[in-house]
């Protein structure tokens, strides 16, 4: 979705004050708001607030479960989802094959990774399988403020950190069908080794069991119907711009 598109919709903007709010925070008229970066978000909130634009934050939604169960074919789904914002999180992991920087993922060294937490740049931070992940904090608050939904697609300390710092969060674990269908998910990616796929049945095991600590359990069946619930969910929580 255009920024433009987002500040029409805003009540009592209209398209002369929209133009004047992207002109003065350097955005121009054909941005998408999922390309802008933080300084620009951060830049069009003072403007709004400057303008008394009034904004319900959206609110935030944190996705969880065991590998494999589908949380990134969820995250791709609701990628242009005009309401939704998608937190790119900070890694010290290596690239995979056809994964972009900034888009992905940013990948950084362990320094920098080092750096934004003594910072205080990272909402929470967890390590997983020998990496390190992180939220960045200040593109998700600024993201929230402009009234978009923003969704985390993280594993469960984080998930529990973001509990602990913003009890209003809304926690949703994606849960698989069944234990079978999970483990035939996990155990179909041919290229892992015999040590590998027990390694990952087993952290699946105890993922399956943190379900409990969650506002909701969604039974991934079909993609659309877990996308179309997290979206009503989230509305329900706040409204949002949108
Ligand atoms: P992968 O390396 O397969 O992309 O991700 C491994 C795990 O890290 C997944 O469970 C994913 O949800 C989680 N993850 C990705 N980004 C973050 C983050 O920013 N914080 C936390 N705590 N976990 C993350």
Known sequence: MRVRELLDAAPGVGSRRAFTLMAKAGISETRRIGGLG??????????MILNKVPVNPGTLIVMSGPGGVGKSTITSFLRDHPAIWISVSVTTREPRENEKDGHDYHFVTEEKFDQLISQGALLEWAEFAGARYGTPRSAV???????????????????RQIRRADPKALLVFVSPPSWEELVDRLTSRGTDSAERRAARLALAEEEMACSGEFDEVLVNHRVEEVATALLSLASSRSKGLI
């Open 141 to 159: 608050t600024d993201a929230l403020n402009l009234g978009k939904h923003v969704l985390l697609e993280i594993e469960i300390a984080g998930a």
């Open 38 to 47: 933080s300084h620009q978000l951060q830049k069009l909130r003072s403007e």
